[in-house]
Every structure is written in C-alpha cells, then in structure tokens.
C-alpha cells in the first residue's frame, strides 16, 4: 500500500538539511579557531584539519543535491553576465581560510573577461577542484580564464604530479565513459562535466578538457562555458 511519501522529495529535503547543518559545523569550527585565546599552535592545527573535512563533506552534499536535481529533471541554469576575475576572486577569499598554514599559494591571475553562466553552479565546480588540487599540489594553485569564441575558459592549474596518463588530453564526454570510478577525482570530474553541458549556447554546450599545466607541469582542468 502506498504510504503517500514523495521519496524524491524527501531525499532532496534531507540533503539540503544535511548540507545546511554541516555549513553552520564549518564555520562554529573556524569561528572557535579564530576567536580562542586558549588554543595550541597544535589544537588550531587540528581543528584547521577538522574544518577542512567539514567542508569538504560539505561540498561533496551540495554537488550531490544537484546531480539529484538534474536527475530528476528539477535543475536548469540560470545564467547571468558575469566578471570572471572577481567571480574567481571571490571563490579564492573564501578558500583561503582552509589553506592557511598550507605549503602552498592559491590566486586568480588573467582572468578579465566575461561570462554568461550559472555562478553558484560554477562555483561549486570549482571549489571542488580546488578541494582536489590541495591534495596534489606541491606550493601552487592558479585559478585563470581566457575567451574561446563567444564562450568563456576556466581553468585550475597546480604544480603537483598532473592527470593520469589515462585521462589526459581527454574531454568530458570521453571521462565520462571511462572508468573514472578507479580514478580519485572521478565523480568530481563526472560532476563538472554534468554542470559544464547543463549550458548551452544554441547548438553549443559545455565540457570539461583535462589538461598537463604548461605553466607549472601539473594538472590543468579546463572548464568551457559557450
């Protein structure tokens, strides 16, 4: 017999909540890190660590909400004009709290242009990859953007080993239907390809490119937004 429970409904409204309590977590966390006169050097470090996981989980929530949405057809983008730089800029003063004390510098640079797309979309996107790029990098993470045709590049460099063979040089459709799952970063990979083709310009969607940095010989994940 039927309960009369709107299932998807129900999950949906649970990991919202879910994601929402985590996020008052993180920031009581760094609250009490910044405001305590009591703590050891070694206690902020640990609660610094605490923190990163709180909103890691965190953000993995918020991504998994929207592939719930888009599944269930309740996601579309609502596109804005956008400066890229202070977007960008912005996206990094948030981060930058998880990488105080971190051996390595996060930072926007070239990246006056413009955008048509979904910010909070994009900006999930990409605090995930930056999330990833912390546990790869050796001393630098770059965050920049560049106009290809009428749409727009955003990419997130860092200096750490890079792609795996296997994955390099490839677009999203191709991770998509590759074994990704024995990858680390494969469902997050997964999850900017399924943001990047949610917009579109006519005939033209978006896709993820896996890149080597020529800058720093790390990885290079390259967003376009048409």
Known sequence: MSSGIDLAAFLGSSIHEVKNHLGLAVHKVESLRDTSTTLSDSDKSELLDLQNVLAL??????????????????????IEEVWVQTFLEDI???????????????????????????????????????????????????????????????????DGPGFPPELENKRGEEIEHGNVQEQNTGLGLWFAQMIAQLHRNKEEKGFIELKRSTKFGGASLQIFIP
């Open 57 to 78: 989980v965190n953000s993995e929530l918020v991504n998994t909400l929207l592939v719930f949405r888009a599944q269930n057809q309740l996601l579309d983008p609502c």
């Open 92 to 158: 990094v003063a948030s981060m930058q709290p998880l990488v105080t004390g971190k051996p390595y510098s996060l930072a926007v640079e070239g990246a006056e242009v413009e955008g048509y797309f979904d910010g909070a979309m994009l900006k999930n996107v990409i605090q995930t990859a930056l999330f990833n790029a912390t546990r790869y990098a050796n001393g630098i993470i770059m965050l920049s953007a560049w106009k290809r045709g009428s749409g727009v590049v955003i990419a997130i460099e860092d």
